[in-house]
């Protein structure tokens, strides 16, 4: 049986938690005075339908049906879930509640998306005190997983497992307190900013790159305690609140309410973050720690975004250093095998020999200057065909070359023989890959640039001595 979700307030946050249920199978109903709801909804959701499944390795379930209603009883009316997103004034979502409550049936979950006020004070004057909890998301909410919940225990409890069914990440706060959590660290932070720019110590963009390029990595994959555990070396949580903690009394920032650091919270906080991370020795989690970040700055060069694009244009600069003798072989690649490029078998999976061959080519295209300006013109190469050849294998770690052969260059064909080799020079794979010259806007063959076919040449003919690889 399909589950009902009420959405009323269909702004950025409340768009964000119909997508969320719309893509894991829930029909939504949505009130938003806003004449423009409903495209604004749907902007969202078109977001979120490009973005949310391409976190899954599996199909999502078939999507709900989304429909604008006209009144909140129309929204809530059989509803399993609801979620008030409306404006941060509480007398405002006073009146919703009570319009909610007087609607909705008494079982089902009605949670707010308010990122300041307390349970007691969102169920001030309510029907059905118990029924109102704070669940506070993060944006966009159809991809980050947090969501803060705070309220009556079997309330929350329920609201747990249903948050957990459409893979988000509950977090049950144990006392109420205003920001809940996680906002209170982020006003921190931001409080913190505004100090630094109005004293004209940095701007906003060195804010940013302060965090993205540095400690907002740690924290995306560590956290706050686990990132300062590591920081602590063998000796642990305690060494580094011995080391570190008086620092809290130095004037380093305009946040100076700071608890002290008893004996009592010492041995609290060690605890903990035995409990949290004492099953890994400090190695196997700077191992870990490693890997995760080298995964997600990897991830963030696809994008050529933030750490990202600083990786790209090292890149760039350590290539463009090169300068290839062609009387040689042609090494169009040499790396390292990432860790994200290995499977569960602990050796690199074959669609990244895909990716090699690719990054191959593309090498050889820039060499004879087929390079992104020539892309961009409208044209390229496309590859036609391929056959791969596995002979050995590549764990993470493991420094290879792909060794490039051309076969043939005439006119607009191309074809390539390459040769990947570990560091002890073995042949672990090859491919025999065929291109074609292509008019990217008739994406039809075609004859290459007069430059391009001229470098083709004289680097086949700078070949012409070197032995034949075996193409078997």
């Given amino acids: 049986m399909t589950k009902t979700a009420a959405i009323i307030g269909g702004g950025v946050i409340g768009g964000g938690w119909a997508a969320r249920f719309a893509l ?4 939504v109903a949505i009130f938003d005075p806003d004449p423009e709801a409903e495209r604004k909804i749907s902007e969202v959701m078109a977001n979120a339908r490009r973005s949310l499944p391409a976190l899954s390795e599996v199909a999502l379930p078939p999507e709900g049906q989304v429909k604008i209603v006209p009144t909140i009883a129309d929204a809530v009316a059989g509803a399993d879930w609801i979620q008030e997103s409306a404006p941060e004034r509480l007398e405002m979502k006073h009146k919703i509640f009570n319009e909610i409550q007087t609607h909705c049936h008494k079982d089902a979950l009605i949670g ?12 001030q004057g309510a029907r059905h005190p118990s029924q109102i909890f704070v669940a506070h998301p993060f944006n966009p909410v159809y991809l980050l997983p947090l969501i803060e919940l705070v309220g009556d225990v079997a309330t929350t409890t329920r609201a747990h497992a249903v948050l957990a069914e459409l893979g988000m990440k509950p977090l049950k706060v144990r006392k109420e307190i205003d920001a809940h959590v996680a906002d209170r660290f982020l006003e921190a932070v931001w409080r913190e900013a505004l100090w630094l720019i109005k004293d004209g110590i940095a701007t906003t963009e060195e804010i940013d790159d302060a965090i993205r390029f540095g400690f907002g990595l740690r924290w995306g994959q560590m956290g706050l305690f686990e990132t300062y555990r590591i920081a602590g070396g063998e000796a642990g949580m305690a060494h580094f609140i011995e080391q570190f903690g008086p620092c809290l009394q130095w ?13 009592e919270l010492v041995q609290m906080i060690a605890s903990q973050s035995d409990a949290q991370s004492g099953a890994h020795t400090i190695r196997e989690l700077e191992r870990i ?3 995760n970040l080298v995964s997600m700055m990897r991830s963030l060069k696809g994008r050529d975004w933030g750490a990202g694009a600083l990786l790209n244009s090292h890149d760039a600069r350590l290539e463009a250093n090169a300068d290839p003798d062609f009387t040689k072989p042609i090494i169009s690649v040499a790396r390292a095998i990432p860790i994200d490029w290995t499977d569960y078998n602990g050796h690199m999976n074959e669609s990244r020999y895909g990716q090699l061959w690719s990054d191959a080519a593309d090498a050889l295209m820039r060499m004879i200057g087929a390079d992104a300006a020539y892309v961009k013109s409208g044209f390229s190469y496309f590859t036609a065909d391929t056959h791969t050849k596995f002979r050995n294998e590549c764990h993470a770690g493991d420094n290879v070359t792909v060794v490039t052969t051309i076969l043939e260059g005439a006119g607009k064909k191309l074809r390539l023989f390459h040769e990947l080799k570990n560091a002890d020079g073995d042949v672990v794979a090859t491919c025999n890959q065929f291109l074609l010259h292509v008019s990217l806007e008739t994406r039809k063959s075609c004859d290459p640039a007069p430059h391009v076919s001229d470098k083709l040449t004289s680097i086949i003919a700078a070949q012409a001595a070197l032995p034949k690889p075996e193409l078997s």
């Fill in 251 to 263: 004037p380093w920032t305009k946040l100076m309410d700071v608890p002290e650091l008893t004996d």
């Fill in 112 to 123: 707010s998306s308010t990122s300041g006020f307390k349970p007691s004070e969102l169920q």
């Fill in 289 to 291: 720690r490693d890997d």
């Fill in 24 to 27: 894991s199978g829930w029909d």
